[in-house]
């Protein structure tokens, strides 16, 4: 069984910074792809970034793409999600999210292809 546990969001200003990480538990957890998931009251959890078990690759939603950097550390089982030049609009929960297997080249942003969830952890941010 994997347990993924976020932590690090919090309330920040416009232009500020915050680094999230994930957590995570399970033996075979290091070989998971990885990604990072948000969502606002009321509508869809949405795609922020991935990256492929060995960190080669890594993957960003436009919206947040420059200004986020998704990075792991395997032999400490945890995924970070640095946030730069944060706006108002990147308010919301944020989910940490591994994959067994990603099916596609293609198919890193969608939420069907995560197996295990985080709790989530609150970003505000302030204008």
């Known amino acids: 069984q994997v347990q993924l546990v976020e932590s690090g969001g919090g309330l920040v200003q416009a232009g500020g910074s915050l680094r999230l990480s994930c957590a995570a538990s399970g033996r075979t957890v290091s070989s998971y792809a990885m990604g990072w998931f948000r969502q606002a009251p009321g509508k869809e959890r949405e795609f922020v970034a991935a990256i492929t078990w060995g960190g080669s690759n890594t993957y960003y939603a436009d919206s947040v793409k420059g200004r986020f950097t998704i990075s792991r550390d395997n032999a400490k089982k945890t995924v970070y999600l640095q946030m730069n030049s944060l706006k108002p609009e990147d308010t919301r929960v944020y989910y940490c999210?591994?994959?067994?297997?990603?099916?596609?080249?293609?198919?890193?942003?969608?939420?069907?292809?995560?197996?295990?969830w985080g709790q989530g952890t609150q970003v505000t941010v302030s204008s």
């Open positions: 999210a591994g994959s067994r297997a990603i099916s596609t080249a293609t198919s890193w942003k969608e939420a069907s292809e995560y197996d295990y």
